[in-house]
């Protein structure tokens, strides 16, 4: 390897968080987008947050069992869900084991947003209110492969990282 590359530069310009501020842009229109017309075609979303940031309300069986982050998947059987811009702030009903329950969920407790159909990926850094920011790499888009659909498919709580490519195996 040759010693001739230029010297990585640090930007005085906050370009990583203008970045992640477009890119969970792109999540709020989508979200937004769903709430004024539902879903087109066969687009659904994984949703991954943070459970234990403040202002999210999940029942506390939930919270015992996702005590870090959850993820939801908004395709066939979900209620309600809003969006307030100004307050930060998405809801939307859902069944876990038969309970219909309402999440709230602040906007910026969302680390993940997919649409598999479209093999659309976002990652977003964790933001902790109050906390110094700690300097992170830049969200990254990911392609995402496209689940099989399914009949009758329940609401499940899943890790978006059952749905990441893979490198084929070496058989």
């Excluded at 969200?139 to 009758?152: K, T």
Aim: no cysteine; aromatic share 8%; hydrophobic share 40%.
């Amino acid at each position: 390897m040759s010693d001739d590359a230029p010297p990585q530069v640090e930007s005085l310009l906050p370009y990583d968080d203008w970045t992640e501020a477009a890119m969970r842009q792109v999540m709020v229109r989508a979200l937004a987008h769903m709430v004024a017309h539902g879903l087109p075609g066969e687009h659904h979303f994984y949703l991954t947050f943070q459970t234990d940031h403040p202002g999210v309300v999940i029942p506390a069986r939930l919270r015992a069992q996702y005590a870090h982050e959850m993820t939801i998947v908004l395709q066939h059987q979900f209620w309600d869900p809003t969006l307030d811009e100004s307050a930060g702030l998405f809801s939307v009903g859902l069944s876990f084991g038969g309970v219909p329950t309402t999440l709230v969920i602040p906007l910026d407790a969302v680390t993940g947003f997919a649409d598999p159909f479209v093999r659309l990926g976002l990652r977003f850094r964790p933001e902790t209110p109050g906390a110094a920011p700690e300097p992170k790499a830049a969200p990254r888009v990911e392609p995402e492969a496209a689940p099989a659909p399914d009949a009758e498919a329940t609401p499940q709580v899943v890790s978006l990282d059952a749905f990441r490519r893979r490198p084929p195996s070496k058989s």
